[in-house]
């Protein structure tokens, strides 16, 4: 990706020479650079606060809700058992992506996968260690379904939409089909993988 970004970089620029706009590739790298600036500051600002909410959440009894609301999905989903501590991190991860914050629901995520190891004592390093649990978690944190994507909005506002949550229906329907549909998927490669695996043609 480096080397096609690039590649353009250098494509524009031989461009703009020819056509004698090389003053508004400098103009354009200022305004871009002040762009940036902001958009970092503000979803920095933005990933600091539900950061904070999410610790508070893991040292409040408040996980315990999540745990109660989530834990039925994720055994529907799996159809078996783990223990409280995996399904507090699952109800975390799970919620921030709900929420459209999937860089915060990213450290949640990562320490689930840990845990997924320590539990089946593999070594992921190697892509054929990878069990069919994190493979269907794997997907259920890419594929999430959003209620309120902060992120999304909060970038749409700080470009000046008018109405950033005009989007919100469509982000519902988009990412409940396309939640269903992966999920769906990968139970079937998994079943697959188990016939195969219990057939001996699978490693």
């Given at each position: 990706?480096?080397?096609?970004?690039?590649?353009?970089?250098?494509?524009?620029?031989?461009?703009?020479?020819?056509?004698?706009?090389?003053?508004?590739?400098?103009?354009?790298?200022?305004?871009?650079?002040?762009?940036?600036?902001?958009?970092?500051?503000?979803?920095?600002?933005?990933?600091?606060?539900?950061?904070?909410?999410?610790?508070?959440?893991?040292?409040?009894?408040?996980?315990?809700?999540?745990?109660?609301?989530?834990?039925?999905?994720?055994?529907?989903?799996?159809?078996?058992?783990?223990?409280?501590?995996?399904?507090?991190?699952?109800?975390?991860?799970?919620?921030?992506?709900?929420?459209?914050?999937?860089?915060?629901?990213?450290?949640?995520?990562?320490?689930?996968?840990?845990?997924?190891?320590?539990?089946?004592?593999?070594?992921?390093?190697?892509?054929?260690?990878?069990?069919?649990?994190?493979?269907?978690?794997?997907?259920?944190?890419t594929a999430s379904i959003q209620l309120f994507p902060i992120?999304?909005?909060?970038?749409?506002?700080?470009?000046?939409?008018?109405?950033?949550?005009?989007?919100?229906?469509?982000?519902?329907?988009?990412?409940?089909?396309?939640?269903?549909?992966?999920?769906?998927?990968?139970?079937?490669?998994?079943?697959?993988?188990k016939r195969n695996r219990f057939n001996g043609n699978f490693?």
């Amino acid at each position: 990706m480096n080397k096609i970004w690039g590649f353009l970089i250098i494509i524009a620029i031989i461009c703009a020479s020819f056509n004698g706009r090389i003053n508004n590739i400098n103009v354009g790298i200022f305004k871009q650079m002040e762009s940036a600036t902001e958009y970092i500051i503000n979803i920095g600002f933005l990933m600091a606060f539900w950061a904070g909410i999410n610790n508070i959440i893991i040292n409040t009894k408040m996980k315990d809700y999540f745990n109660v609301i989530f834990k039925p999905i994720f055994k529907f989903i799996y159809g078996k058992n783990f223990d409280d501590d995996l399904y507090d991190l699952m109800s975390l991860n799970f919620f921030g992506n709900l929420i459209g914050i999937g860089n915060v629901a990213t450290i949640s995520g990562l320490k689930v996968i840990d845990e997924f190891k320590k539990i089946e004592d593999i070594n992921i390093s190697n892509s054929k260690d990878f069990s069919d649990d994190i493979i269907i978690f794997t997907v259920l944190n890419t594929a999430s379904i959003q209620l309120f994507p902060i992120t999304i909005l909060n970038i749409r506002y700080s470009l000046g939409a008018s109405d950033g949550g005009n989007i919100i229906k469509y982000v519902w329907l988009v990412s409940f089909i396309s939640f269903c549909t992966l999920l769906f998927i990968t139970k079937l490669y998994v079943f697959i993988r188990k016939r195969n695996r219990f057939n001996g043609n699978f490693k």
